[in-house]
């Protein structure tokens, strides 16, 4: 059975750092693509960073230079290290798992596994 669970959200002020885990089991963690998502209340998911095989990563446009998506292949576990973090970057933070091999999607119908979400708040 195929679980990716979240952890290392919270609550920060505006310009503080989190670091985002989603530990992976029961798929072949090595060569899937990955990424992360949001969702603010009233809107609709939208892609935050992607991973590929190779690790080469892309990210959404709002967050470039912001945030980094890593992953540790030995811990089976994606990361999400969020920097000076803004009141628009509160929502809450989904793992996403299964795109194609050597992808790196941000559009969320890509992705077949899915983690229940950590929620991230940055106040100011």
């Known amino acids: 059975q195929v679980t990716l669970v979240e952890s290392g959200g919270g609550s920060v002020q505006t310009g503080g750092s989190l670091r985002l885990s989603c530990a992976v089991s029961?798929?072949?963690?090595?060569?899937?693509?990955m990424g992360w998502f949001r969702q603010a209340p009233g809107k609709e998911r939208e892609g935050v960073a992607a991973?590929?095989?190779?690790?080469?990563?892309n990210y959404a446009d709002s967050v470039k230079g912001r945030f980094t998506i890593s992953r540790d292949i030995a811990k089976n576990t994606l990361y999400l290290e969020m920097n000076s973090l803004k009141p628009e970057d509160t929502a809450m933070y989904y793992c996403?798992?299964?795109?194609?091999?050597?992808?790196?999607?941000?559009?969320?119908?890509?992705?077949?596994?899915w983690g229940q979400g950590t929620q991230v708040t940055v106040s100011s």
């Open positions: 996403a798992g299964g795109a194609p091999r050597w992808t790196q999607y941000l559009n969320k119908g890509w992705y077949s596994y």
């Open positions: 029961g798929i072949t963690f090595r060569i899937s693509s």
């Open positions: 991973i590929s095989e190779d690790d080469s990563a």
